[in-house]
């Protein structure tokens, strides 16, 4: 059987890039762009061949626009979380499992690594490098139907995460989510931990569930819980954590997020859409999800934001889209409709709720951090009750100017399931675009199935005709 057929980044590049500055990490160290350039055309490929591989059904792979500089970084933190994981193991800072949408400056400010389950999927599927985007679905497949036999067979994908930590795929040194947040299945999952081959330590933080959010019994609460959680791992960790250190990073996120969202609103600013789906949601997104590196992640976005700006001005189109593409936004928790193939058809992903909903929720940085944090934590749109969560993507939908909605969620998602029709009818209804609600299996592969596909495909075609 031939090899798949891998993306190459043009050779004729290689002095631009080079020319341009590295990454500041957070161990005072900094990466160079021919280090950079060197890893992601030869060791990267070797490696990790399944981020290399073209076909528009594959997601997760590697923008082909290979002349956005800031893409090509992005996609090298991304490559390298484990590497660096795994280096700081070894300088004894713990990793920690935690749950999507979550903040996460509590777990950083006290000397910790947190990873949600997506992160740790990918660390399992990768640990066996050199393998195609088959090979590292089946083994991620594998993994998965390890933990439905020891969980259920109803649990999402997620489980994937939890069994790669009790079969001993990756090491985690505590489980820690915060609970009752857009997931029904976090909450059993750890509990399961409790009976696992591994003994792990668990520290849940109970988000409180009040109508308002923001009453005082609630951020008092989660206040306390928040500090309850930075105590239990200093015990791990054998170092304090100063208040001063909370407030640190809850500064240093507050920039990423503001240039995140700097970004954001100079690509929807352009009437030609700058970059392709993949490189929008990586940029916008990865305040939300710093690879591992506060520090990385925040000189990344300091170049993308120059970047885009100069895509604007320049009238650039985005690498694989077509001429006034079909705006689309998508909703649900743990999943996108696949970026690569909305653009084939004609699409283009200008929004989710997801992530967007935390890059757009500041902290204060004055007073009490845990009260601070638990008062920014309660006003996140995404986990507001489910009528002000549609108004505010509503609003959303409106601002980014799109075509129509799709509202996905993962098989076993039982949260998102329920509330999913009841969202898009709100939208429909405040916004007139067109809706789209469907089930899909794919979190924690990398391969999109044809069934959705052709979901995708026919809902952007009634887009365009309906514009």
């Given amino acids: 059987m031939s090899s798949p057929a891998l993306f190459q980044f043009p050779p004729e590049l290689k002095d631009s890039f080079t020319k341009t500055d590295g990454l500041r990490l957070s161990d005072g160290t900094n990466v160079g762009s021919s280090d950079i350039w060197n890893f992601m055309t030869e060791e990267g490929v070797r490696r990790f061949p399944r981020s290399y591989q073209l076909g528009v059904q594959f997601q997760g792979q590697i923008s082909q626009d290979a002349e956005f500089f800031s893409g090509v970084k992005y996609k090298y933190l991304y490559l390298t979380v ?74 999402c994908n997620q489980i994937t995460a939890h069994a790669a930590v009790q079969e001993g795929e990756v090491d985690v040194d505590l489980i820690a989510p915060y609970l009752n947040l857009r997931c029904s299945d976090m909450a059993y999952l750890v509990e399961a931990h409790r009976h696992g081959k591994k003994q792990i330590p668990l520290q849940v933080v109970d988000y409180p569930i009040d109508n308002p959010r923001n009453t005082p019994r609630a951020v008092n609460l989660l206040s306390q819980e928040l500090r309850k959680l930075v105590s239990n791992i200093s015990q791990i960790t054998g170092r304090p954590v100063p208040d001063d250190d909370l407030r640190k990073k809850i500064h240093d996120f507050n920039k990423v997020r503001g240039l995140a969202r700097e970004f954001e609103a100079i690509w929807q600013s352009a009437d030609i859409p700058p970059t392709n789906s993949t490189d929008l949601r990586n940029l916008s997104y990865s305040a939300n999800e710093p690879m591992a590196d506060v520090t990385a992640t925040l000189s990344l976005l300091e170049q993308a934001v120059a970047e885009v700006r100069d895509r604007v001005e320049r009238g650039v189109r985005g690498h694989g889209l077509v001429e006034d593409p079909v705006r689309v936004f998508v909703c649900g928790s743990c999943v996108t409709a696949n970026p690569v193939f909305v653009d084939a058809v004609g699409g283009v992903i200008v929004g989710h709720d997801d992530q967007w909903s935390e890059v757009l929720t500041d902290v204060a940085e004055e007073g ?21 969560r549609a108004k505010w993507t509503a609003a959303e939908v409106k601002r980014t100017r799109a075509d129509g909605l799709m509202f ?60």
């Fill in 82 to 155: 484990r590497d660096r994981i795994e280096k700081a193991r070894k300088n004894d800072i713990p990793t920690v499992l935690v749950q999507g949408g979550q903040s996460y400056e509590p777990y950083y400010a006290a000397g910790t690594i947190p990873l949600r389950p997506g992160f740790i999927i990918n660390w399992a599927k990768d640990k066996e490098e050199g393998l195609d985007v088959r090979g590292a679905d089946w083994r991620g497949n594998s993994i998965m139907e390890k933990g439905r036999r020891d969980v259920g067979i109803e649990v």
């Fill in 368 to 388: 009490d951090p845990y009260v601070n944090l638990a008062k920014g934590i309660l006003s996140q749109p995404y986990e507001l009750p489910t009528i002000e």
């Fill in 408 to 467: 996905i969620y993962n098989w076993g998602c039982q949260f998102q399931s329920t509330v999913a029709r009841m969202v898009a009818d709100i939208v429909k209804k405040e916004t007139g675009v067109p809706t789209l609600v469907m089930s899909v299996g794919e979190l924690s592969k990398t391969e999109t199935t044809e069934q959705s596909q052709n979901r995708i495909e026919s809902f952007i075609e009634l887009l365009r005709y309906s514009r």
